[in-house]
């Protein structure tokens, strides 16, 4: 399996403040990475997709870059309705493998 | 939009079977080329279980390929889980999922096993 790795598991910023997520990758995914957010009893939202496609919807202060094994996810002015959980996941080889999760909560 | 919605019983004795089933509206299991089931154990992450294509063809992780089956109804526009031989560390808010990356989720249901 392909483990995916995220740091930091936990980020505390304040609203306004530019975040970055990383996920690495065991192996190469190519560029087939997606990035979620979870809320606390909600199902996981797709934020991005092909590592750095926007979801239709998803506001542009989110951005993912990234190829092979490295990827981020970017917050570019945090806004209250983002703090929760982001987890990345590869969907280049079976089974599909998700990160830990990096929960994003306020300073 | 695509809305799924998961259903089954919420408690399953230990060595039983766990039985779901997500049901589609507001389009057909035509629509997309795989649809999942995903499971996260209470304050954990998330785990891929597998996915089934509308003509019936899987992909399951191997950690749980031996215990697992999901299946198509088309004319129900539904698609189901059986989760065999459960114990508590089967545990968790299973959600249904659209495609892959998965687009979209059901809100989820918790299947606690205990006797």
């Known amino acids: 399996d392909i483990q995916m790795t995220q740091s930091p598991s936990t980020l505390s910023a304040s609203a306004g403040d530019r975040v970055t997520i990383t996920c690495r990758a065991s192996?190469?995914?190519?560029?087939?990475l997606a990035w979620y957010q979870q809320k606390p009893g909600r199902a996981p939202k797709l934020l991005i997709y092909?590592?750095?496609s926007l979801e239709s919807g998803v506001p542009s202060r989110f951005s993912g870059t990234g190829s092979a094994t490295e990827f981020t996810l970017t917050i570019s002015s945090l806004q209250p309705d983002d703090f929760a959980t982001y987890y990345c996941?590869?969907?280049?080889?079976?089974?599909?493998?998700f990160g830990q999760g990096t929960k994003v909560d306020i300073k | 939009q695509v809305q799924l919605h998961e259903s089954g019983p919420g408690l399953v004795k230990p060595s039983g079977t766990l039985s779901l089933t997500c049901t589609i509206s507001?389009?057909?299991?035509?629509?997309?080329?795989?649809w999942s089931w995903v499971r996260q154990p209470r304050g954990k992450g998330l785990e891929w279980i597998g996915e089934?294509?509308?003509?019936?063809?899987?992909n399951y992780n191997p950690s749980l390929k031996s215990r697992v089956s999901i299946s198509v109804d088309e004319s129900k526009n539904q698609f189901s889980l059986m989760l065999t031989s459960v114990t508590a560390a089967d545990t968790a808010v299973y959600y249904c999922?659209?495609?892959?990356?998965?687009?979209?989720w059901g809100q989820g249901t918790l299947v606690t096993v205990s006797s």
């Open positions: 092909k590592a750095s």
């Open positions: 999922a659209r495609d892959s990356p998965m687009l979209n």
């Open positions: 507001s389009g057909s299991i035509r629509s997309s080329n795989w």
């Open positions: 089934v294509h509308p003509g019936g063809s899987t």
């Open positions: 192996q190469s995914v190519s560029i087939w």
């Open positions: 996941q590869q969907y280049n080889s079976f089974p599909w493998t």
